[in-house]
Each structure stands twice: as C-alpha cells, then as structure tokens.
C-alpha cells in the first residue's frame, strides 16, 4: 500500500475523525472543511487517481457513492442535498494521491464548475 496521508489513516497510524468503515473503505470528516458537512470517502484498495482504475474496480467507485449517499440520508441532509466531488491530478485539484470522493452538505453551495 502507498504512504499517502489516507493510507496512514487507514492504517491507523495517524489519527482521523472516521464517521464511516467497512471492509472496503473508510470516510472521515475533512480536516479543512468546505462546508459544514465535509467527509471524505475512501477505498481501501490502493489506486492513485480515477486515471489508474481499471473496468475491473468499477465497484470501488460504486461502493463510494453508495457510502456517501446512505451517509447522507442517516445524517439527514439528503432531502436538502449535497454534493460529490472527485478530483484527478494537479488541474483537476486532486492534492492526495488516493482516489476519493468529497461529501459536501449542510448549506446551499453555489455553482460548480467556474474556472480559478
């Protein structure tokens, strides 16, 4: 497995406010939250960015979105929504080199999309 800040909390090595574990990922709130609600939600299968997936792992992004949206309706804020994010290399924002989604919630979040 890589060395990643993410593998090191997989691993326990450092800690993380982990609100949701299985057998296949971890999802723990953002240390630099973007909203109210700011969870990231992370496989346990190492694969650096959406560029290395395989078609044979398309059930690591499926069990992603499936964790982020049940973490969703159990907190509360499904109705209201929320966003996903992946991010994928330097342009596309991705600053951990392990694929993860961003769950974002608990205030109206404006646009998405405009260019920095």
Do not use: W
């Amino acid at each position: 497995m890589s060395d990643t800040i993410f593998h090191k909390i997989i691993r326990r090595e450092i800690p993380a406010d982990i609100v949701y574990e299985d057998e296949h990922l971890i999802a723990f709130r953002d240390i630099a939250p973007q909203a109210p609600v700011h969870v990231l939600f992370v496989p346990k299968t190492d694969v650096a960015t959406l560029n290395d997936l395989k078609p044979s792992q398309a059930d690591v992004i499926g069990r992603l979105t499936l964790a982020a949206a049940e973490y969703a309706r159990q907190q509360g804020f499904a109705e209201d929504g929320y966003r996903v994010v992946m991010n994928c290399n330097g342009h596309g924002g991705q600053t951990v080199f392990q694929v993860h989604l961003h769950l974002v919630a608990g205030a109206p979040l404006g646009r998405f999309g405009t260019p920095r």
